[in-house]
């Protein structure tokens, strides 16, 4: 390890709040490049759910329609 | 005879259902060796290895700024060649690889540009430079923004990825001929400063970690990419009778 | 219309540069923009001789560039309207040279102008003379340049014309020739030798001229369903 | 087979962002016959129309031009085929003689252009720029082409929205000297015609089978 202790690690003789402010705004866009298809994907799957359901619906309402106009 | 046998592998291939199943399996895989990669060069190049001569540990930032550009430029062509085997040969799969893409080839240009101008506070002294590097790199996220934009001026989704693919080629064309004349300009203007890609002539300590975090954002890239392109088939393919099947599987397993 | 296919270029420069003659307001926009902004420079910045000389390449190109922008969105949206580019549209020949028919109409009346219309803003920049030629040469190329690559742009941005969109499109593909057109002015009034990035430009317009009209082609064939 | 078979579609279909908008469609059409597109409003007429014309690709189907298939033969089909739709093409800057001369083959003679402006009622405003001239006088240039065009096989979306009874039977009369001539048309309108005898067929919109 090039540095003695953690604090040097940190204080990087001065330079240390570039670096580390460069790393951690670096690892945020990642993770949120990680993170935003997932939520995304959620979403959708979410969505289609809702979309079946609503199918669903409608097929018994058409079933409906059929089984008191066959017999009214 | 054997051509379309080899189409119908290409067009098997090109089918979102099996991109679908095919990255369900990967992803496990990928994102290990990805974070592995990510992991060990973030430490080794933060803790191990020696600072640089005349930048002092400042120069660190390089293990995120250079990585982030190269994968930012190359995801460009990645973004542009999809769209042109979706135009070509009008593969739906492409179409959507594209539109993922461009998201992600954005935000790593945004990654290089602000790492950039923190790398030059304490090297120049000032956080913007019209350093080459960072002048094509903005050139590079307007053509982002532009080919991201572009999809809202078509209601149908046909158009607009068709749209996005002709500007996604034009810009192909563009980018080298951008980045050679910025670099050109930059020449007219000031004598080369401290030269971004300087890479190879480092000390072998400073360069491996470089390598090691390239790979890893190439591979952070395509990860990314695969989640990014997951919900975009589920987002196009609702009607597919394999998606409502793989929900019904989904939610009874919850 | 369905004239072959060297017609294709001469019928529509001529009936696009007949439309232009004929509603005058738009022919005159552009120029009076660029004398305008020209004009406001001075003011904003500085009077004197030599601040002004150096900025000069840079403004001329600037403002080459804004006018070219400016009138570039409505070379093909004015067709789309009343319906011509339907009937374009399903013309058999390929629309390449209908294309460049009315992109070479287009530089004509507005390009041109400008390039004519740049010593008077020189005179007002104090450029030496010796850049006069160099602005004149840069400039004819250069706008052709532009007029092409705006017109990708404006077939793209067809079914709906926003101005921002247009130019964040199309302003990445205009640096290189905003550079080198600059660049050859600059260089003339530095003494250096201009005809270096001159040929540059005339690279670009050859690149322009090939590839342009494909992307166009394209372009137009999705604005029907915008 | 007497008549030349001039135009045979199968199950054309087109799809946008995943909405079909009509079941797909199948005829064919041979010289002299006349094909009415019947569909209630938004049953995708104009997306029919702009099918044939290659405007848009159809998502499936195939379309045969004289017995070759579209794809090998599109430079004939386009070189033989008019399509007259809701926009009337005509440029408001230029007069109506102009207008007509554009939208016109090349090798039409100044005596057709009168002729043609003659029949549609024009002809004193040949030297007048269009946008002095009204909506329907603009649909009225465009449809003045029907006597100057040499093209075998007609598309006309509504041809007859918006115009008097005299309009009306100067596109009769076009349609069936066409059709004597042994052209084919396919056009679509709400009235239904008394000169021309014509094979209806009907976009059904399309039911989402559940």
């Known amino acids: ?72 | 005879m054997n051509l379309n046998l080899q189409w119908t592998w290409f067009h098997r291939l090109g089918s979102p259902r099996w991109f679908y199943q095919k990255t369900q399996r990967w992803l496990p895989w990928l994102s290990l060796v990805m974070s592995v990669l990510l992991v060990t060069g973030l430490v080794w190049g933060l803790a191990f290895a020696p600072p640089d001569a005349k930048q002092g540990n400042s120069f660190r930032i390089i293990y995120v700024h250079v990585p982030a550009s190269v994968v930012a430029l190359a995801g460009y062509y990645i973004m542009a060649i999809a769209g042109a085997v979706g135009l070509i040969w009008r593969i739906k799969l492409a179409y959507m690889l594209m539109r993922s893409a461009a998201p992600i080839g954005a935000a790593l240009t945004f990654i290089a540009l602000v790492t950039g101008a923190i790398w030059g506070k304490p090297t120049w002294g000032a956080y913007w430079e019209w350093d080459a590097r960072i002048t094509s790199m903005l050139i590079l996220l307007f053509l982002y923004l532009g080919v991201m934009a572009l999809r809202h001026t078509y209601s149908s989704n046909e158009a607009a990825d068709k749209a996005s693919a002709i500007l996604g080629l034009v810009g192909m064309v563009n980018v080298p001929i951008i980045y050679k004349s910025v670099d050109w300009w930059q020449t007219l203007h000031q004598p080369a400063t401290i030269k971004f890609t300087g890479a190879p002539s480092m000390h072998p300590d400073m360069f491996m970690p470089l390598v090691v975090m390239i790979l890893g954002f190439y591979l952070f890239y395509t990860v990314s990419l695969i989640l990014f392109a997951r919900a975009e088939i589920l987002r196009r393919e609702y009607r597919a009778s394999w998606v409502k099947q793989l929900v019904t599987d989904n939610s009874a397993e919850k | 219309m369905y004239n072959f296919l060297s017609g294709g270029f001469t019928a529509y420069l001529y009936r696009d540069l007949l439309l232009s003659i004929r509603n005058k307001s738009d022919l005159v926009k552009p120029l009076i923009f660029f004398l305008l902004v020209a004009a406001l420079v001075p003011l904003a910045i500085a009077p004197e001789a030599e601040r002004l000389a150096e900025l000069a390449p840079g403004i001329i190109w600037i403002l080459a560039v804004l006018a070219t922008l400016l009138s570039v969105e409505h070379l093909f949206s004015d067709d789309l309207n009343d319906g011509c580019l339907e009937q374009m549209l399903i013309s058999p020949n390929m629309l390449i040279l209908p294309i460049l028919g009315k992109i070479t109409a287009h530089w004509l009346v507005i390009g041109l102008p400008l390039t004519l219309l740049s010593p008077v803003i020189g005179l007002w920049f104090s450029l030496p003379s010796v850049a006069l030629i160099p602005m004149i040469l840069s400039l004819a190329i250069g706008t052709a340049v532009l007029s092409l690559i705006g017109a990708v742009g404006a077939a793209l941005t067809l079914p709906r014309q926003g101005g921002v969109l247009l130019a964040l499109l199309v302003m990445p593909l205009y640096m290189p020739v905003l550079i080198f057109g600059s660049a050859t002015i600059q260089s003339a009034v530095d003494g250096l030798d201009w005809t270096a990035p001159l040929a540059m430009l005339a690279a670009f317009l050859a690149i322009a001229i090939a590839l342009c009209p494909l992307a166009i082609n394209a372009g137009l064939r999705l604005a029907k369903n915008g | 087979m007497a008549a030349t078979n001039i135009l045979k579609v199968e199950n054309l279909a087109f799809e946008r962002n995943d909405a079909v908008l009509f079941e797909p469609v199948s005829f064919h059409l041979s010289s002299g016959e006349a094909l009415h597109i019947e569909g209630a409003n938004g049953a995708g007429k104009t997306t029919f129309f702009q099918l044939m014309i290659d405007m848009l690709q159809p998502s499936a189907g195939r379309v045969y031009f004289r017995g070759q298939a579209f794809s090998e033969c599109r430079y004939d089909y386009l070189c033989d085929i008019l399509f007259i739709g809701h926009q009337s093409g005509v440029k408001a800057a230029l007069s109506v003689e102009e207008n007509l001369r554009w939208m016109s083959p090349d090798n039409t003679s100044s005596e057709q252009i009168a002729s043609a402006l003659q029949a549609v009622g024009l002809d004193h405003y040949a030297a007048i720029p269009c946008y002095r001239l009204s909506a329907g006088q603009h649909r009225r240039v465009a449809l003045a082409r029907l006597m100057t065009t040499d093209a075998t096989l007609w598309y006309l979306d509504e041809p007859f929205a918006a115009l008097d009874k005299q309009g009306i039977d100067f596109i009769e009369g076009c349609m069936q000297q066409h059709l004597s001539r042994g052209g084919a048309i396919v056009f679509s309108s709400h009235q239904d015609l008394v000169k021309i005898v014509a094979r209806s067929y009907k976009l059904n919109p399309f039911r989402e089978v559940i």
């Open chain 1, 1 to 72: 390890m090039y540095f003695e202790s953690i604090q040097q690690l940190i204080y990087m003789d001065g330079h240390g709040v570039y670096v580390w402010s460069a790393f951690c705004i670096s690892i945020v866009v990642m993770v949120g490049l990680i993170v935003k298809p997932l939520y995304q994907k959620k979403q959708e799957l979410k969505n289609i759910r809702l979309h079946i359901r609503l199918q669903e619906v409608n097929r018994e309402a058409i079933r409906q329609e059929d089984s008191n106009a066959s017999n009214p």
